[in-house]
């Protein structure tokens, strides 16, 4: 049976918006929690940069032999302008994955991480 949490939050003044899901997967090799959660912050620019930042992603994955459990870890970070109007805004934003498997068996996921 899965079980899945989801909140919605604005921010003060209507700045920004905070979406979360939580959820746990439990299965007969191992229980997964899964959590995801999306940041935005907008504010008003005076004009978009000549030069924009590439967004930030970081992955880390790890093996935990002794708690028999496997964690996936992923974040982006960046920014993206818009023209509304006649106003020009700025939204910064952070998108957040992090996986947990605890294995009930011995048997952890094999080999190494690959890209598809």
């Given at each position: 049976?899965?079980?899945?949490?989801?909140?919605?939050?604005?921010?003060?003044?209507?700045?920004?918006r905070?979406v979360?899901?939580?959820?746990?997967v439990p299965?007969?090799?191992?229980?997964?929690?899964?959590r995801?959660?999306?940041?935005?912050?907008?504010r008003?620019?005076e004009?978009?940069?000549e030069?924009?930042?590439?967004?930030?992603?970081?992955?880390?994955?790890g093996?935990?032999?002794?708690?028999?459990?496997?964690?996936?870890?992923?974040?982006?970070?960046?920014?993206?302008?818009?023209?509304?109007?006649?106003?020009?805004?700025?939204?910064?934003?952070?998108?957040t994955?992090a996986?947990?498997?605890?294995?009930?068996?011995?048997?952890?996921?094999?080999?190494?991480?690959?890209?598809?």
């Amino acid at each position: 049976m899965k079980n899945v949490v989801y909140s919605k939050k604005e921010l003060k003044g209507s700045r920004g918006r905070v979406v979360s899901v939580r959820e746990f997967v439990p299965d007969n090799d191992c229980d997964t929690a899964i959590r995801k959660s999306f940041v935005y912050l907008t504010r008003r620019a005076e004009a978009v940069p000549e030069t924009v930042a590439a967004p930030q992603v970081r992955v880390l994955k790890g093996v935990d032999t002794q708690a028999q459990s496997e964690t996936f870890f992923m974040r982006i970070k960046g920014t993206v302008y818009f023209k509304q109007g006649r106003f020009i805004h700025q939204v910064d934003y952070l998108h957040t994955l992090a996986v947990r498997m605890f294995w009930k068996t011995h048997v952890l996921s094999s080999g190494p991480a690959a890209l598809a």
